[in-house]
């Protein structure tokens, strides 16, 4: 199909021998590309890929060598910095690189790391950032990640330190109070602590939460709960990660705005969520 695809006019960047270009692949599906990907995908020799990377994507660069550097908590995987190295390997053998990684490179990635090292060692680089999954897979499940009715500040916050814990680093009483809604990359397995540490802070049990699980992808589920049953609801669900935790009022509007059920055939369950009692554009 991408071959059909004609990128439109403009001065495209060349992907030249030696370069590593550090690329955010979206969330899953892979009409969420870049142009700048998608130019990156038919340039490439190599691309180094992550495990959250839909195969799909990688059948766009059929003339590149395809290396996997996936690294999914619990699991073994490639050392952070054998991967760093194996990029500049790559690059000083002439080889043009792409580097894909899930959603955006700079976003909980280590896309910092890995540039970093390939500046270190004079390898030349572009970024091309991508849409990350707590603002892109949340759109997906119908959920604004800023409303104007329920939040003018948002946090991301990983539910997962190097050591494999919830980052004790991390004021969860300052996130609380500081931030109407609170999006949680690789948060699942730690469900319990995060939530546990939330509510000891203030937040209300009733407070509406969800789960998305595989986001954009044809697996995307979602989970709608609330902060003091979430831990459980996920447990006695079976669902896995890949997952955004969102916990907040916003979650609220999935229940006009599921555009996925309504491409399905549903009606919308509720055209107010917030209960507003008025149109969505008046002041
Ligand atoms: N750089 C990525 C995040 C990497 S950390 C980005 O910007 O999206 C990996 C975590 O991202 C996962 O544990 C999960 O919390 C989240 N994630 C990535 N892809 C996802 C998807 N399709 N659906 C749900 N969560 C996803």
Same mark, same amino acid.
Do not use: E
């Given at each position: 199909m991408t071959e059909s695809v004609t990128l439109p006019e403009t001065d495209w960047p060349e992907l030249s021998p030696g370069w590593v270009w550090l690329c955010g692949a979206g969330? +899953? &599906?892979? +009409? #969420? #590309?870049?142009l700048h990907a998608l130019n990156a995908l038919r340039q490439a020799d190599v691309v180094v890929y992550d495990a959250l990377v839909e195969d799909r994507i990688l &059948?766009?660069?059929?003339?590149a060598e395809h290396i996997y550097a996936g690294k999914r908590g619990g699991k073994p995987s490639a050392k952070q910095r054998d991967i760093s190295l194996r990029l500049v390997d790559l690059a000083k053998a002439g080889k043009r690189v792409l580097r894909l990684k899930g959603g955006d490179p700079f976003v909980f990635g280590r896309g910092g790391e890995e540039a970093q090292t390939l500046v270190q060692h004079g390898v030349p680089l572009r970024i091309i950032p991508g849409i990350s999954a707590g603002i892109g897979g949340l759109a997906y499940a119908?959920?604004?990640?800023?409303h104007r009715d329920v939040n003018q500040s948002v946090t991301f916050v990983t539910g997962h330190d190097q050591s494999g814990q919830?980052? %004790? %680093?991390?004021?969860w009483r300052a996130i609380s109070e500081g931030s109407q809604v609170i999006v949680i990359y690789m948060g699942m397995k730690h469900a319990g602590p995060i939530t546990s540490a939330l509510l000891d802070a +203030? *937040? &209300?049990?009733d407070e509406p939460c969800a789960v998305v699980c595989s986001a954009t992808t044809r697996d995307q589920q979602v989970l709608e709960t609330t902060l003091g049953a979430m831990a459980k609801d996920i447990e006695d669900s079976g669902l896995e990660p890949p997952a955004i935790l969102c916990v907040g *009022? %916003?979650? #609220?509007?999935r229940q006009a705005l599921d555009w996925q059920a309504m491409i399905d055939g549903q009606p919308p369950r509720d055209l107010d969520p917030l209960g507003r009692g008025r149109p969505a554009e008046s002041a």
């Open positions: 969330p +899953g &599906d892979p +009409g #969420l #590309l870049t &059948d766009w660069a059929p003339q119908g959920i604004p990640v800023t919830t980052p %004790s %680093s991390l004021n +203030g *937040r &209300d049990a *009022r %916003s979650v #609220l509007m």
